[in-house]
């Protein structure tokens, strides 16, 4: 649904955009543009350049509006109405903003995400002089504001087990999103860092996700907790927590089956399973990918677990960047680490500006 809702926001900026540039353009340079017009994707450069040239017809229009009101009105004393011209319009805004709206859907920042950036920014801007504004600088704070930074992963935990043994983490999502791969990856990330761990199989459901793990476990030397198929997870992990205990291991792993947010009785089984194990720390972990879809997702999860943060995975699939934009808005909770390959090692912290920076504003 919110593809050809793209598109036809696409077609709409297009179109304005040509109609804006017919009404002002004599006909033959309206010749020479249609030639030029089948750019499909602006460059950020192009959109700046852009930019640039409202805010210059603005200042144009407030020179003559000016000189109009000197010359017809100064008997009428009223060349004040000149000076509200140097101010951001909602009109003007929106001329200003569809260029980066189109960055920021071409991101695959998801449409709803888009909106909630475009209100925040219209609230701050609109009124302002024009002059000082630049609604790029401006957009990159507004998403910055939206973001959070992660605490240090290793710092929290080890500063947990001073309190309270062993940390447990859960991590949950919909099928096929990375949770396993992203498992084991945390458990080399933790026991590079001093830490001991185990792993809980509590995806009890998924055909060979017993064997899947196991394998990562034997890689990884670390011991795996499991079941057998069909058992309740919630007992997987608690017997994952009872072995750490005994064994005393710093942190344990709860691996979960993958299940969609609309599954309201798949959403039950992962609040049992939060309530038996009660985890440190519970980790949604989401694709790079989702695009819009991740708005709903993120927000199911953290509505039903409410989500100590978030990790997506297959960043280097996808390395636009803007579905952490949009589960960061929804969930207000920090991404902790992008996944960036099929290795142990591709575990990346999450760095906002970074990420800002990629958007290419
Ligand atoms: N390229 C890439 N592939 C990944 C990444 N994380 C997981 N995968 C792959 O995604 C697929 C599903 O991963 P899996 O861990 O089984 O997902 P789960 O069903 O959520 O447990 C596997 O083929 C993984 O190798 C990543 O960061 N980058
Ligand atoms: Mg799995």
Not at 310 to 317: E, N, T
């Amino acid at each position: 649904m919110f593809g050809s809702l793209k598109e036809k926001l696409k077609n709409w900026i297009k179109k304005s955009s040509e109609k804006n540039t017919l009404e002002k353009t004599p006909k033959k340079e309206i010749i020479k543009k249609e030639k030029s017009k089948k750019t499909p994707k602006k460059s950020s450069k192009k959109i700046k350049k852009e930019e640039k040239k409202i805010k210059e017809e603005i200042l144009e229009d407030e020179i003559i509006e000016n000189t109009q009101t000197i010359e017809e009105k100064s008997k009428e004393k009223k060349s004040f109405f000149g000076v509200f011209k140097r101010f951001l319009t909602e009109e003007k805004f929106e001329e200003l903003f569809k260029g980066l709206e189109l960055i920021l859907l071409q991101n695959n920042v998801a449409y709803e995400a888009v909106q909630a950036v475009r209100d925040e920014l219209s609230n701050n801007l609109i009124g302002k002089n024009i002059k000082e504004i630049d609604l790029a600088e401006e957009l990159k704070k507004g998403i910055g504001s939206i973001l959070i930074n992660p605490p240090n992963f290793i710092d929290e935990i080890k500063g947990s087990l001073e309190v309270k043994s062993p940390f447990v983490i859960l991590v949950c999502g919909i099928n096929g999103s990375g949770k396993t791969t992203t498992i084991a990856k945390l458990a080399n990330y933790l026991q590079k860092n001093s830490l001991s761990v185990c792993l809980a199989a509590a995806d009890t459901f998924r055909a060979a996700s017993i064997e899947q793990i196991e394998v990562h476990a034997t890689n990884l030397k670390i011991p795996l907790i499991k079941k057998d198929y069909g058992s309740d997870p919630a007992s997987v992990g608690f017997e994952g927590i009872t072995y750490a205990k005994k064994n005393s291991i710093d942190v344990v792993l709860i691996d979960t089956a993958g299940r969609m947010q609309n599954s309201a009785s798949l959403m039950r089984e992962i609040e049992k399973i939060v309530k038996v194990t009660k985890p440190d720390m519970k980790i949604y972990l989401g694709e790079s990918i989702t695009g819009n879809d991740a708005i709903e997702q993120a927000k199911t999860f953290n509505d039903s677990i409410n989500l100590t943060g978030i990790i997506l995975s297959k960043a280097d699939v996808d390395e636009k960047g803007g579905t952490a934009i949009s589960v960061a808005l929804v969930t207000k909770k920090p991404i902790l680490f992008l996944g960036t390959g099929q290795n142990y090692e591709d575990l990346e912290i999450f760095d906002k500006d970074k990420l800002i920076e990629k958007l290419g504003l």
